[in-house]
């Protein structure tokens, strides 16, 4: 994608719950043909207490993707921009534009490996402090080098994201 706004992380902002839960309203009746569970709020902006870039990043599980591929259209009509950005495992969208960025959301599959991922994540931020301040500090220090290439700067938490994965793998193998 080119043209692509600078990576910018803010200090967590106590409206951004607010400002998912508003998109979640108007996207919930858009959605419905082709929603197979919820909507989510992901990514950073859906852990308190967490710096972000100030994207309300959500996910909404579909049936599949082929299935879902008319929601492209539908969803036009909320200002969202669609992209054929890892259009192997989800349709990815932002809004209002792919400059000016006050939303992403991203169609899934329910309960497939990245839907799973995804939200484990997210509630092991949530939970362990330790974590969520050794990924705020890999964040920062990945914006201030990758601040004009938001691919390096995704590319760098990988490591991160999939070390924190198998933690809660062995967490949960653990508890068996």
Known sequence: MHGQ???????????????FESERLLLAPVL????????????????????????????????????????IEALNHLSYC????????????????????????????FDCPLWRDRLAFRDRLRTDAATRRSYAELKLALASKHRDDRDAYTDGKTDFIRFVLEAIDMDTADQR
């Open 5 to 19: 706004p600078p990576v910018i992380i803010e200090p967590y902002e106590s409206a951004w719950p607010k400002r």
């Open 82 to 109: 669609y992209f054929d950005y890892r259009a192997d495992v989800m349709h990815w969208f932002c809004k209002p534009s792919n400059l000016d960025r006050t939303h992403h959301l991203h169609l899934v599959p």
């Open 32 to 71: 419905a043909p082709w929603l197979a569970g919820p909507i989510e709020h992901v990514g950073s902006t859906a852990v308190p207490g967490l710096p972000a870039k100030p994207v309300i990043d959500i996910m909404a599980a579909v049936r599949d993707l082929p299935s879902s591929i008319p929601a």
